[in-house]
């Protein structure tokens, strides 16, 4: 049974959604660090390089957030919201490979067939609230050490940028910044959170870590 994929089911609430809708920022977060490793993972599966995965990874949860005021947390009308979030990360996929037109996919027929069906990854057990807890409580951590960590301007920046869908351009004249210094602040704040992301995957693959975890 595959804790990961349980731990997602569960972290779809309402509050969680809410939140994310209200741009708020550890709502946000919480979203990029628990998701995160599926996204990864729905990716990792079409065989691309570990750079372009993180890249439309970063698109996905752009768009996430840029679509999130659409999206009602109703099965009737979208599904969970693990679902439509695959949804998202299917079409960055295909916009990548229409963009770049590279070489012909070369993945097995049987993943690739995976990877495009929602119903082998999103339809899983709910797990117990103990490890809902757990997770949350990691994912706040999380939060708390990038957002602490982050010297205001670059904090503002990556906020801005990254999630307002603001330009750099009109971010570094009212942070008083040059647009460079403004987009190496996103780079900056967007690869701590995948580090982040990195921590919590393995974390949770570990079954002692992951049992300590519930203590």
């Known amino acids: 049974m595959n804790g990961k994929r349980q731990l997602v089911q569960r972290l779809t609430t309402v509050g969680l959604i809410a939140g994310i809708q209200a741009r708020k920022n550890d709502a946000w977060i ?34 996430a957030v840029e679509s999130i005021d659409r999206y009602k947390h109703s099965p009737e009308k979208h599904g969970s919201f693990t679902g439509w979030l695959f949804g998202i990360t299917r079409n960055k996929i295909r916009d990548f490979f229409n963009q770049t037109k590279n070489e012909p996919l070369k993945v097995d027929s049987r993943i690739l067939e995976n990877c495009w069906d929602p119903k082998s990854i999103v339809e899983d057990e709910v797990p117990e609230s103990s490890i809902q807890n757990a997770v949350v409580g990691r994912a706040h951590s999380a939060a708390k050490r990038i957002r602490g960590n982050c010297e205001l301007h670059v904090w503002q920046s990556f906020w801005r940028v990254v999630v307002n869908g603001e330009s750099a351009v009109a971010v570094s004249k009212d942070l008083e910044l040059t647009p460079e210094a403004v987009r190496q602040a996103c780079h900056r704040t967007v690869r701590r959170i995948q580090d982040e992301l990195s921590k919590l995957e393995k974390e949770f693959e570990t079954p002692d870590t992951f049992a300590d975890a519930l203590d």
């Open 30 to 63: 919480r979203m990029t660090t628990l998701f995160g490793p599926l996204v990864h993972k729905w990716i990792h599966r079409t065989g691309l390089q570990s750079a372009d995965v993180a890249d439309i990874s970063q698109e996905v949860f752009q768009a």
